[in-house]
């Protein structure tokens, strides 16, 4: 931040901002208030034009992530969808995976009951996009989200499939994020239906 501050040039000095925003908010130690500060300042350089507009998904889904993690279940739903619409219109879905992955989660926590057959409708929708064989960043969210999903229906089978080839997966990438959440999953047992919130 320093360095680029330093620089004078705005895109050096933007792209700063977006990286440590996004590592402070999403740390568990970040100071959250200063990382959105240094995300609300990239996203509007990136709406005034003096920055990339292609990081404003990127930082959508912090925000979306953040009411996620404060308890806003429908202010974090509603912000997902408009950020999944957005990619789909303009085909910029590098953060669809992981934008999915927030709605998902979001729905079935909330876990009304229309929430599961739309948390099914998403992960198809992401299933669905033509990507190239092995495209990681949409296949390890998707054994994840489908993991997720059979065990908020209690279907014991079908969430240890998913969740032993994402934790293979996790693993054969190396990618640490992952194989952390991978651990946490592979010690949990699937929901039972009876659980579930009305």
Do not use: W
Not at 128 to 143: I, K, N, R, S
């Amino acid at each position: 931040m320093q360095i680029a501050e330093r620089c004078s040039e705005d895109f050096a000095l933007h792209m700063a901002q977006l990286t440590r925003g996004i590592v402070m908010v999403s740390a568990e130690s970040g100071d959250r208030k200063q990382g959105f500060d240094l995300l609300e300042r990239a996203r509007s350089a990136a709406l005034g034009e003096r920055f990339t507009l292609t990081v404003v998904p990127t930082i959508d889904l912090q925000t979306a992530a953040d009411k996620a993690r404060s308890g806003d279940l429908d202010g974090a739903v509603e912000l997902s969808r408009r950020i999944i619409d957005r990619q789909f219109e303009t085909g910029a879905a590098l953060d669809l995976g992981a934008t999915t992955t927030v709605l998902v989660e979001t729905l079935l926590r909330r876990g009304r009951p229309a929430d599961f057959n739309e948390a099914r409708i998403a992960i198809d929708a992401l299933a669905a996009v033509p990507t190239d064989p092995g495209f990681v960043f949409y296949e390890l969210p998707l054994l994840r989200m489908r993991a997720l999903l059979a065990s908020a229906q209690g279907d014991d089978g079908a969430y240890r499939t998913y969740a032993d080839r994402y934790v293979a997966m996790a693993h054969a990438l190396q990618f640490e994020g992952h194989m952390a959440t991978a651990r946490t999953m592979k010690q949990q047992s699937p929901r039972s239906p009876d659980s579930r919130q009305s």
